[in-house]
């Protein structure tokens, strides 16, 4: 079956701009979650959906990035006024149920972005 | 706060020899363990898991791994590495809210 997907796959972007990048679950995942891999920092934690509500957004660097999932399903990142130290792995994972028990998270391919 | 700890950042053996990747953690209750591998241009990939039970658990591709309530670590272990296991590993917790905290990732290199 189909796995988790993002788009795009790579992303080369000005400084100063805004960027979205775009992650489709897989389907009856009611999970999600985003996840930055950048080589100061490894892979960290930025936010988390149950459904389309995100209980935790401690992750979230700083105030230019936000996050929305509708429909239960397909997710947006959005980054504005993007700086270099943004650059990095945008990692997107899914799971079927996020209220119990830690279940297996199922990655995506990721979208590399790139701030010049 | 929940971490992970991998001492080594790149181990390099020989196709065929064994292979033991070191993880150490740090969390208040019983964690919830992991093992996922990065292989160049591909998605991060699950390997194993420890929830509860017992503390010798297996995964795919051979690997396996030990919980050790007593030395908060989870080595992860294969006895006969193949070419194909040259990848990026990670060690990770899981923590409240079900985030993952990922360790700094251990690079397997294998010689031929």
């Known amino acids: 079956g189909a796995g988790v997907s993002q788009s795009p796959s790579n992303k080369v972007t000005e400084k100063g701009k805004d960027v979205e990048l775009r992650c489709d679950p897989i389907?009856?995942?009611?999970?999600l979650y985003w996840y930055r891999q950048s080589l100061g920092q490894g892979l960290e934690f930025l936010i988390y959906f149950q459904g389309n509500s995100a209980p935790d957004k401690s992750g979230l660097p700083s105030d230019r990035f936000s996050a929305e999932r509708t429909g239960g399903s397909v997710s947006t990142l959005t980054i504005q006024r993007t700086q270099q130290e943004d650059s990095a792995v945008y990692l997107c994972?899914?799971?079927?149920?996020?209220?119990?028990?830690?279940?297996?998270?199922?990655f995506g391919p990721g979208t590399r972005l790139t701030v010049t | 706060a929940q971490s992970v700890t991998q001492p080594d950042i790149h181990i390099t053996v020989s196709e065929g020899a064994s292979l033991e990747l070191r993880c150490n953690y740090s969390y208040g209750a019983t964690p919830y363990l992991f093992w996922y591998v990065q292989s160049p241009g591909q998605g991060l990939q699950l390997l194993l898991k420890?929830?509860?039970?017992?503390?010798l658990v297996q995964g795919i591709k051979g690997f396996e791994a030990e919980f050790k309530r007593s030395q908060s670590s989870f080595n992860l272990r294969k006895p006969s590495v193949h070419w194909s296991d040259a990848a990026e590993y990670f060690c990770v917790v899981g923590a409240w809210a079900q985030k993952l905290v990922f360790g700094q990732g251990t690079r397997l290199t294998i010689n031929p």
């Open positions: 994972a899914s799971s079927l149920d996020g209220t119990s028990a830690i279940g297996e998270q199922y």
């Open positions: 389907s009856g995942h009611t999970a």
């Open positions: 420890y929830f509860s039970g017992d503390t």
